[in-house]
């Protein structure tokens, strides 16, 4: 009897451990790889690699994960709409398994494009640096007239950014910028005038094309070259740049084809500096 008993639950442990050798492990479940495909004023696109059903969680950027919008995703392609337009959102994604979840994917970032609609302005002249801001938030504002950025010498400005179509005049002076990026020049510029900004090394950013009738560079005392000018071939009226102390190459203006045309053109440039 002892002995049948014996065999029995010997029988039981080497079935079970038969069958447990046999059974495949469930396969580890991986976090989903996010990728942004498309970006409207209220809508982002996104594909996704994994294969299972997917849970996506969004909202403005640093938003806490379990506060934002959740959605549940079959389709490798799929959406997030009713976004607001020039706002930065962070979205989340994590793979759904049948024990047990992955670890959430993300943040990954996207900010809606700009409403172009959002107001044109005959000058503009912005003093500080929140006002820059502002004014910037206005998302894509278009600037048809005078552009002055700074009225004091050693202002707080340190950051330009969503400035458009400047047509008439551009003046920035006394800003401790590095750079000028955040201006986009959309139509030939007639004059640009950087005067008394001390950070500024070169002027990258600026993306002039083509013509300018001024250009004045005037004591900006970190600059060493016109950097950030190389698709402008032509100054028809003046060129200036003084007291640049550390100026040192005229990089930048490279391409530059014609400087001037006519008898009645004056070109002024002062040479404080050794060209290379």
Same mark, same amino acid.
């Given at each position: 009897?002892?002995?049948?008993?014996?065999?029995?639950?010997l029988?039981?442990?080497?079935?079970?451990?038969?069958?447990?050798?046999?059974?495949?492990?469930?396969?580890?479940?991986?976090?989903?790889?996010?990728e942004?495909?498309?970006?409207?004023?209220t809508?982002?696109?996104?594909?996704?690699?994994?294969?299972?059903?997917?849970q996506?969680?969004?909202g403005?950027?640093?938003f806490a994960?379990?506060?934002?919008?959740?959605?549940?995703v079959l389709?490798?392609?799929f959406?997030?709409?009713?976004?607001?337009?020039?706002?930065?959102?962070?979205?989340?994604?994590?793979?759904?398994?049948?024990?047990?979840?992955?670890?959430?994917?993300?943040?990954?970032?996207?900010?809606?494009?700009?409403?172009?609609?959002?107001?044109?302005?005959?000058?503009?002249f912005?003093?500080?640096?929140?006002?820059?801001?502002?004014?910037?938030?206005?998302?894509y504002s278009?600037?048809?007239?005078?552009?002055?950025?700074?009225?004091?010498?050693?202002?707080?400005?340190?950051?330009?950014?969503?400035?458009?179509s400047?047509?008439i005049?551009?003046?920035?002076?006394?800003?401790? %910028?590095?750079? *000028?990026? !955040?201006i /986009?020049?959309t139509?030939?510029?007639? &004059?640009l005038?950087v005067?008394? +900004?001390? @950070? %500024?090394?070169? *002027?990258? !950013?600026? /993306?002039?094309?083509?013509?300018i009738? &001024?250009?004045?560079?005037?004591? +900006?005392? @970190? %600059?060493?070259? *016109?950097?950030g000018?190389?698709?402008l071939?032509?100054?028809?009226?003046?060129?200036?740049?003084? +007291?640049c102390?550390?100026?040192?190459?005229?990089?930048?203006?490279?391409?530059?084809e014609?400087?001037?045309?006519?008898?009645?053109?004056?070109?002024?440039?002062?040479?404080?500096?050794?060209?290379?």
């Open positions: 009897m002892i002995k049948n008993l014996y065999l029995l639950i029988t039981v442990l080497l079935i079970f451990s038969c069958s447990s050798e046999n059974e495949s492990p469930e396969p580890p479940c991986l976090a989903p790889v996010i942004l495909d498309e970006i409207t004023l809508e982002a696109v996104f594909s996704r690699t994994s294969s299972n059903p997917i996506v969680e969004y403005t950027e640093g994960l379990g506060t934002g919008t959740i959605i549940d389709d490798n392609i959406s997030v709409t009713g976004l607001l337009p020039f706002k930065s959102y962070d979205l989340y994604a994590k793979t759904i398994c049948p024990s047990l979840n992955s670890e959430w994917f993300g943040p990954l970032n996207f900010v809606t494009q700009c409403d172009v609609n959002n107001g044109v302005f005959n000058g503009v912005l003093d500080n640096q929140a006002e820059v801001d502002a004014f910037g938030a206005l998302c278009e600037v048809n007239g005078v552009l002055r950025i700074g009225t004091s010498l050693n202002n707080d400005i340190i950051l330009l950014s969503n400035i458009n400047v047509t005049d551009i003046l920035i002076v006394g800003t401790q %910028l590095t750079s *000028l990026k !955040g /986009n020049i139509e030939n510029l007639p &004059i005038q005067v008394s +900004n001390n @950070s %500024l090394i070169n *002027l990258e !950013g600026i /993306n002039l094309t083509d013509t009738e &001024i250009l004045n560079v005037e004591g +900006n005392s @970190s %600059l060493e070259s *016109l950097v000018l190389e698709e071939n032509s100054i028809t009226t003046n060129l200036r740049i003084e +007291n102390n550390n100026f040192s190459s005229f990089n930048g203006l490279n391409n530059l014609d400087l001037l045309f006519g008898d009645f053109i004056e070109k002024i440039v002062e040479y404080p500096f050794n060209v290379h």
